[in-house]
Structures are given as C-alpha cells and as structure tokens.
C-alpha cells in the first residue's frame, strides 16, 4: 500500500515532534479513536488508562482550546464540558508537574472529514494500518477493525475474534502467529431497526429493545420488527461464533461497542454456553494504541 505524500509527510513531521520517549510513567497523552457517529478518548499516564469517555463531534475550535490547555483540568473541560471526571479530580490533578502542553495526541480515524479536522492539532500522530504489526492484513481494513484486534491479541493471546457492536457489527480475527483470518461487516442492531423505520412505507420505527428479549412470534407489527431484528442479529453472532471455533477450537474472542452489554446479555439468555466465553472490554482500540506506543 503506498502512502500518499501529504499524509507520509505529515506522519514524518509527527514522529519527529512526539515527545514518546523518556520514563514512560511520567507520559501523560491522550488517545482519540474517532467512529461513524461518535469521538471516543482516552487520557493515558505512560502505558496506564487513566480514564475513557465518549463525546459528540465537536467544533474546531476545541482543537485550540485543547493546545492551549496548561492543566490537566483545563484539557478535559476542553474537550467534555460535561466530563465529571474533571471537576472530581481538578485539585489533584492540576499541579501534575509532568503534563506536557499540548498533550501528544494518539488519534485513529474511519471518518476522512474528522481526521483532516483534527490533523491541525500541532502534536498529533495519526496511526495508519502500516504500522499495526498485523501479518496479512488487506489495505481497506478499517484502522478501528486492525488496533482492537492487534490490542485483544496482546492482551489475552492469539487466535483472537473481536466483535465490535457499534453502529456496524463487525467480526475480525487473527490465528496464533498473529496473522489476519478476516471478518465480517453488517449492520449494527440500531442501524437495523433504523432502516426498516426509514425505508418503508408503512413500517414503523422502532427503538431497540431493553435488556428483556422481544416475543419471538409475535402479535402486532412493532413486536414483529423487535422479534425479527434481535433474533436473526442474535442467530448471526452464534453463527460465526461456532464458525470461528471450528476453525479454532482454543480461539478467544472479546467484544466491544456501544450495544456490546445488551448484546451479551441477551446472549445470556439464549446461548450461556456461548456468553460465559466472552471477553467484554470496551476499550480494545485503547489497548491496541498503546501496543503502538510501546513500539515508538
């Protein structure tokens, strides 16, 4: 895969600028991984998290607010006003001696427009599939897909199968010698329900359902839409869970995204001897990020 050069020269003068080295437990620096509908952060101290939470999109102009942050406090009420966290720690963490203005900003990116937002913050690298030591791997592969699979691996070991719940459902695995089986991409649970309510004429939108699974045949058209939708979505993640172990038989597998409690609770509920395998994190990209920062 080759590199466009704007994007090669913008890594080169990153790499360069990127205060990584040195004791690693006096680092403080920040992970932003961002999504199809959300920002997702992480303030990391060297290679410990210290704190994960989501945002909207925001605004350019937090990018200034964020570089000119001379706080710890003042970073996080850059980029979440209403992160609770700030206030909590404000005392303790204002005077840390060791944070670095502007913090080193770690970001992955499936969203073009949002990376190129973001890119004008004056110290941050952005992490391409080149440098996730993944064998194998396609240049499509999602940034996203390739850091959560490449952090589960090293945390809990190859062959290793991530599900991401998210707004799409993806499945991407790896064998033993860390080399990429492949995946799967589909729709997520809401996206799901969205589209039947948006691309129909007499159908009607329907949210989804709480933690108690939906009647599976059903009486009236809203029961209907729920029995459809959970059910095959959950008789799908069986499928290629099965399939995964078949391949594997001692293969791990770690799920994580936005519908990723509701999704295993319900999978409690039918498939226990599938639910009680599961590793539930949600910060596998994190995990994947610092994987890379070790190796900088």
């Not at 605004?59 to 980029?79: G, K």
């Not at 490449?150 to 790896?174: E, N, R, S």
């Amino acid at each position: 895969m080759i590199e466009p050069q704007r994007h090669r020269e913008h890594r080169e003068k990153s790499e360069r600028r990127l205060p990584w080295n040195g004791t690693s437990g006096e680092k403080i620096w920040l992970a932003l991984e961002i999504g199809n509908s959300r920002l997702h952060w992480a303030l990391f101290r060297g290679e410990t998290l210290d704190s994960a939470w989501n945002t909207e999109y925001l605004p350019e102009s937090v990018i200034y607010q964020l570089a000119q942050s001379q706080t710890l406090d003042d970073l996080l009420v850059a980029i979440s006003p209403t992160q609770n966290r700030a206030e909590e720690d404000a005392e303790e963490q204002t005077g840390d001696s060791s944070f670095p203005s502007p913090p080193p900003l770690l970001l992955a990116s499936v969203v073009p427009s949002q990376t190129a937002i973001w890119e004008t913050y004056p110290n941050v690298r952005v992490i391409t599939l080149n440098e996730v030591p993944l064998k194998a791997m396609y240049p499509t592969l999602g940034i996203d897909r390739a850091l959560a699979l490449w952090g589960a691996g090293k945390t809990w070991g190859f062959p290793m199968l991530v599900i991401d719940a998210g707004t799409t459902l993806t499945f991407t695995a790896a064998d033993a010698n860390q080399c990429l089986v492949g995946g799967a991409i589909l729709p997520g649970l809401g996206l799901q329900f969205a589209t039947l309510g948006q691309k129909t004429g007499q159908l009607p939108l329907v949210e989804i359902p709480d933690f108690a699974l939906p009647s599976r045949f059903a009486l009236n058209t809203t029961e209907a839409i729920k029995s459809g939708v959970t059910y095959t979505f959950l008789a799908g993640i069986k499928d290629f869970i099965q399939a995964w172990w078949n391949l594997f038989p001692d293969g791990k597998i770690a799920i994580k995204g936005g519908d990723r409690t509701l999704i295993v609770n319900y999978l409690q509920a039918l498939y226990p001897d599938i639910a009680t395998h599961l590793i539930v994190e949600p910060n596998l990209i994190f995990w994947g990020m610092r994987e890379i920062v070790k190796l900088l």
